[in-house]
């Protein structure tokens, strides 16, 4: 699933002046992989920006991908979804949101919730040392999954 031109053109704008904040260098392969990644809501693995970036840069190495989205998550420009039985997915949205992933398919989507943004902390959570962030995994099955289950039990 795409993201709408305006949003993916926000995304770059973050991106840009993202790595201008942290010092790193803004170099074309940097940029191809962050827009590969800018133009989904897919949360896709590394392996498949390699692919969709090699499209567009045929002498990019699988390494450099590798390397520079891990780069970019020490920097704090995408997050990892590190989603159960999966290799770790890249989100390129950074604003504060939360995943729903469907535990048949593996399909990982953002959503939005004040409520879930405003939890508390636990006690013994914050004796643990302080919390920079938090994020909420919602776990289930998706409408697309269920609705194929629905359909080979109506055929039984």
């Known amino acids: 699933m795409k993201v709408s031109e305006k949003d993916l053109e926000l995304r770059m704008a973050r991106f840009k002046e993202a790595c201008k904040k942290s010092?790193?260098?803004l170099t074309h392969q940097r940029m191809e992989i962050f827009r590969e990644l800018a133009a989904t809501a897919?949360?896709?693995d590394a392996e498949t920006i390699y692919r969709q970036v090699r499209r567009r840069v045929p002498a990019i190495s699988r390494d450099t991908v590798y390397r520079t989205l891990?780069?970019?998550?020490e920097r704090g420009i995408v997050r990892k979804a590190e989603i159960l039985f999966s290799?770790?997915?890249y989100d390129a949205n950074m604003e504060q949101h939360h995943h729903f992933v469907?535990?048949?398919c593996?399909?990982?989507r953002d959503f939005y919730s004040e409520a879930l943004d405003g939890l508390p902390i636990p006690k013994p959570v914050r004796a643990m040392g302080s919390?920079?962030?938090a994020h909420v995994q919602l776990r289930g099955i998706c409408s697309a999954c269920a609705e194929?289950?629905?359909k080979k039990g109506s055929r039984k």
Request: charged letters at 30%; one cysteine or more.
């Open 23 to 25: 010092g790193a260098k």
């Open 42 to 44: 897919e949360h896709p």
């Open 70 to 73: 891990s780069a970019l998550e």
């Open 87 to 89: 290799r770790g997915r």
């Open 102 to 104: 469907c535990t048949q």
């Open 106 to 108: 593996g399909l990982v």
């Open 131 to 133: 919390v920079e962030s």
């Open 148 to 150: 194929q289950k629905q």
